[in-house]
Structure formats: structure tokens, C-alpha cells
């Protein structure tokens, strides 16, 4: 067993699920403050109805993400010593900046987010969801900050095969970096709309038409519906960034042997590194030149280039193209569903069907764009610095597959009774509607914030 195999297996598995919770948790801290701004505004208590519904599933994602982050963390040590060894005086403080600065706002305020409402003033409720909602922000800006630097490294020089910061503006503010924040940025606003819209269209199945319901799903399927052309149009952009910065990736990306002109896009196919060809072409004439060089007759760099210095085609090719097609997906279903939402005021029951396993689209295409991102970074872990097979460390593959099995095993386990919590949470909602009390009020809701000391 390759212990290098078996490490890249085991951390790909790691951090894909890793990646599952901040994906929610970055986007869905500024619908919760957006759900509270509405209660502050109107003093609908259906606001509040759908904050408690989802704080408790910001909390649950905030949990997972810390459990699942601690123990990514530990394979730098255990895994690939040679990637701190060699570039831990730059990755080591940017992920410090992130716990000092983000992590602890996050934690810190939490709990008065959960259990504060009516216990502390109103507005000292709306500022813990303002810095819980930007702490998850700062915290995708730092973690975002190093992954770019690793694909687009400047602002460094190397002594002594170690790398040592130059100027920390250009590390943080590397040429990929804008392009990618801003990608998963969206990319978490995209998961989390479609998340609320799925888990709240299984509500509507079983029934729930309270105001509560309603005001999630709309959040929702607006949100999705306003975002998904918005993250085209990024895409489109760190697209061309990356063909500055990573050309040998873009080639990965379109299965594009060959440099040249009129170069076309391969819908699918099969790509044959051994062969270095497509079997099973389906093409559009001079679509990649299109798409990449805005003109027909635009030069694509082509693998061959490489030869030994780019990354495996076949995973990066369909990763890219599951990511594309399911931003398709979501586009259609969420513009069909916000026409019914906003024409007809309803939601047809074939629609909502569609809607709930539609909950996971944001993770089907945030995975699928990391794996486009990371596996097309091979063979290096660093660009240009490290490469991965230097930075493994002197493990033995039998103790990588022991680890891995445990891990993939637990992580099976963990993901399914999240699941099961969250569909728990959805049809516990559904039962309830608009009945049951708000926290912290014994009997019928309020129609007005209750004016605590400190809110004048």
C-alpha cells in the first residue's frame, strides 16, 4: 500500500468533509442576521420563528466544522511534515490570524445567539448575530487567503529550501485569491438558499403553510435565484485568472491535448492519459476558444505542454463538469420556483419534489469545484515550491489504511445522524407551524421586540 496514496486518500477525505459545514455556516450567519433585521423591522414574530429553526442548524454545521477541522489539522504532523517543514512560516500564522481573529467571534457569541433572546437586550441579540455572521466571513477569508497562496505563491523567498515571508500583503492578497473568495463566497450562499429552500419545501409537503414556512422558503429560492448568475459571471472570471496563473489546470479542465486556435469544448468524453486522447467526443467547435480567449480563434494551452506537470485529466475534467451541470441544475430550479413563488404565490408539488433533494446541490457543486481546484494543483502541494510527494511524511501505508478506514467510517456515521437531525429539525417545524411559543416568552408570541434596558 503507497503510504503517499493512501495520505492524499485520507486528507481528500478529511477535508471534503470538512468542507461541508463551513459551506453552511459562512453564508447562513448573515441570513440569520437578515432574518433578525426583518423581526427588528416589522416585529413579525414569523422571523424569529424561522431564526430559531435555522440558528440550531448554524450551530450543529459550527460544531461539525470545528470537530472535523481539528483533525484535518492533525495530518500536518502526522501525514505531510515536509509541507509545515517547508512553508510553515507562512501557512502557520495565516491560520492563526484565522483563530485569533474569526474562530473565537464565532464561538464567543454563539451562545447568545442560542440562548440570549429575552435574556439580554435586542440589540445586544442582533450584535452577537453581526459578529458571529462576520466571523465566519473573516474565517473564510484567511482559510481562502493560504489555499490561494498555495496555488498562486508570491510575496516569499526560499532559504534554505525553507520558504520566508517577503511581504505579507502579497502572500494575503495573492493574484488568485480575489477570484476564489469571492467564488466561495457565493458558492456558501448558494448552498445554504438551497439548503433553506429544500428543507422548507419538505415542510410544505407535509403540509406547513405557516408564515414562518413561507419567509424561509422565499429567502430561499430569491436568494439562489439572485446568486446563481452572479456566481456564472465569477466563475467565467476566476476561469480566466486561473489560465493566467495555472494554464496546465485550464488544460485539465477541457481535456485539451494539444496548444492552438479554434480549439473546442469537449462536453464529455473520455480523456486517456496513456494515449493522450479523448475517446468518446462530444464537442462544440471552437467553444473552449470561445469561452477562454472571448474569440474563435483564441490559443488554449494544451496538456502536451506538460508533459509530467499537470495534473490527472480524467478527475479534474468531470469534477469540473459535475460543478458546471449542477450550477445549470440550480439555476433552473431556482428561477422555475421563485416564477411560481412570485407569480402565482404557490409551489407546484412536482417543483417542491424536485426542491428537497435539491437541498444538497450546494455541496455536490462545492465539492466538486474543490476537487477541480486541489486535484489540479498536482503535482505540487505548494506551485512552483513544494511538491507533494516531497512534503509525505514516514508513515506506513498500513497505518494511513487503518486511520483512513476509521475515519471514513466515523465521518459515514456522523453524516447521516446530521441528516437525520436536519430533516428532523424540518418536519419538527412543520408540526409545529406558528403554535409554539417563541424562547424565552411562556405564552403566545409577541408581535413587537420587547424594549429591554439598553435599547434606547
Excluded: C
Excluded at 62 to 77: C, D, I, P
Excluded at 418 to 434: F, R, S, W
Amino acid at each position: 500500500m503507497d503510504p503517499l496514496i493512501l495520505s492524499r486518500i485520507q486528507f481528500g477525505a478529511n477535508i471534503s468533509f470538512h468542507i461541508l459545514f463551513p459551506a453552511i455556516t459562512i453564508a447562513l450567519g448573515w441570513v440569520l442576521l437578515f432574518f433578525k433585521l426583518r423581526y427588528n423591522a416589522t416585529g413579525d414574530s414569523a422571523w424569529m420563528r424561522a431564526y430559531f429553526t435555522w440558528v440550531k442548524v448554524f450551530a450543529l454545521s459550527f460544531a461539525m466544522g470545528v470537530v472535523s477541522g481539528v483533525t484535518m489539522s492533525f495530518q500536518f504532523g502526522t501525514n505531510w511534515p515536509g509541507y509545515m517543514e517547508t512553508v510553515g512560516n507562512i501557512a502557520g500564522p495565516l491560520l492563526a490570524y484565522e483563530i485569533l481573529t474569526a474562530f473565537f467571534l464565532e464561538a464567543a457569541f454563539l451562545g447568545i445567539m442560542l440562548f440570549g433572546f429575552r435574556r439580554v437586550s435586542n440589540r445586544i441579540h442582533t450584535l452577537a448575530t453581526v459578529l458571529v455572521a462576520g466571523g465566519t466571513t473573516l474565517s473564510a477569508f484567511w482559510i481562502i487567503a493560504l489555499n490561494s497562496w498555495m496555488q498562486t505563491p508570491v510575496g516569499f523567498e526560499m532559504r534554505d529550501g525553507v520558504a520566508h515571508a517577503v511581504d505579507w500583503w502579497a502572500i494575503v492578497f495573492n493574484p488568485s485569491m480575489p477570484y476564489r473568495l469571492i467564488h466561495m463566497l457565493l458558492a456558501s450562499g448558494l448552498t445554504v438558499s438551497f439548503l433553506i429552500a429544500g428543507l422548507s419545501a419538505l415542510r410544505y409537503l407535509y403540509g406547513d403553510r405557516s408564515e414562518s414556512m413561507w419567509k424561509a422558503l422565499r429567502t430561499g429560492v430569491f436568494t439562489a435565484a439572485i446568486l446563481i448568475p452572479i456566481q456564472i459571471f465569477a466563475g467565467d472570471q476566476h476561469g480566466l485568472n486561473t489560465l493566467e496563473h495555472q494554464p496546465q489546470k485550464i488544460a485539465a479542465m477541457e481535456a485539451n491535448w494539444n496548444t492552438g486556435p479554434n480549439v473546442p469544448l469537449v462536453l464529455f468524453a473520455l480523456p486517456d492519459e496513456a494515449a493522450r486522447e479523448n475517446k468518446f467526443e462530444v464537442t462544440i467547435p471552437d467553444g473552449a476558444s470561445l469561452i477562454l480567449r472571448h474569440s474563435a480563434s483564441g490559443v488554449v494551452p494544451g496538456l502536451n505542454d506538460y508533459v509530467g506537470n499537470h495534473p490527472p485529466v480524467f478527475p479534474v475534467f468531470w469534477a469540473f463538469r459535475i460543478m458546471v451541470g449542477t450550477g445549470v441544475l440550480m439555476l433552473v430550479v431556482s428561477w422555475s420556483a421563485a416564477f411560481f413563488l412570485k407569480r402565482r404565490h404557490s409551489l407546484p408539488k412536482l417543483l417542491a419534489l424536485v426542491m428537497v433533494p435539491m437541498a444538497l446541490s450546494g455541496w455536490l457543486a462545492t465539492l466538486a469545484g474543490w476537487y477541480t481546484t486541489e486535484i489540479g494543483r498536482q503535482p505540487w502541494l505548494v506551485t512552483g515550491v513544494l511538491r507533494t510527494v516531497d512534503a509525505v511524511g514516514p508513515v506506513a501505508g498500513s497505518q494511513v489504511a487503518l486511520s483512513l478506514a476509521v475515519y471514513l467510517a466515523l465521518y459515514a456515521l456522523l453524516l447521516i445522524a446530521y441528516l437525520g437531525v436536519l430533516v428532523h429539525l424540518a418536519l419538527k417545524a412543520a408540526k409545529d407551524g406558528d403554535a409554539s411559543p417563541l424562547p424565552g416568552v411562556l405564552n403566545a408570541p409577541l408581535s413587537q421586540p420587547v424594549a429591554q434596558p439598553g435599547d434606547r
